[in-house]
């Protein structure tokens, strides 16, 4: 089901399922949000294909404003954030929240975790704001080295 969420422009965004229909403007998303890191084709092709995966966009008028996607590992009972991105144009609209807690809301394992640049301080911010806490460091997880905070929250 879409839900739509009011941004602080004035205008809604639209939280809807993504599909492999959205891999070209995502992955469009994705380099913009994370040159170094940025999925290839073939992972994102998976990302938005495969049933193990929760994957939603953010949609304002007709361009994609934001991405999350969740992979669900039922046997260890917790699920990995593998992406979640928002239009540099669009942050700070509550676009990233919104995303992360339908993401959250569609889960059926009892955790999640996901991993951040320690330097994204922003991003550190919002997922504390929702109940993330700070399980690990990944020493020089990212490309060009830099470590990797690795987060989880309870959700069930």
Request: charged share 20%; net charge positive; glycine share 6%.
């Amino acid at each position: 089901m879409d839900q739509s969420i009011a941004i602080t422009s004035g205008s809604t965004a639209a939280i809807q399922t993504a599909s492999w229909h959205d891999l070209t403007p995502i992955r469009e998303l994705e380099r913009l949000c994370f040159p170094q890191d940025a999925w290839p084709w073939l992972d994102m092709l998976g990302v938005l294909t495969l049933p193990s995966m929760v994957s939603l966009k953010a949609v304002e008028g007709d361009k994609i404003t934001g991405f999350v996607a969740a992979d669900i590992k039922r046997r260890r009972r917790f699920a990995w954030i593998a992406t979640i991105c928002v239009h540099p144009k669009n942050r700070g609209q509550g676009i990233g929240t919104a995303l992360l807690n339908n993401c959250e809301d569609k889960l059926t394992v009892p955790r999640v975790r996901l991993s951040v640049r320690a330097s994204n301080s922003t991003a550190i911010k919002l997922y504390s704001h929702s109940g993330y806490v700070q399980t690990d460091i990944w020493k020089r997880y990212y490309r060009g080295g830099e470590d990797a905070v690795v987060m989880e929250k309870n959700i069930n």
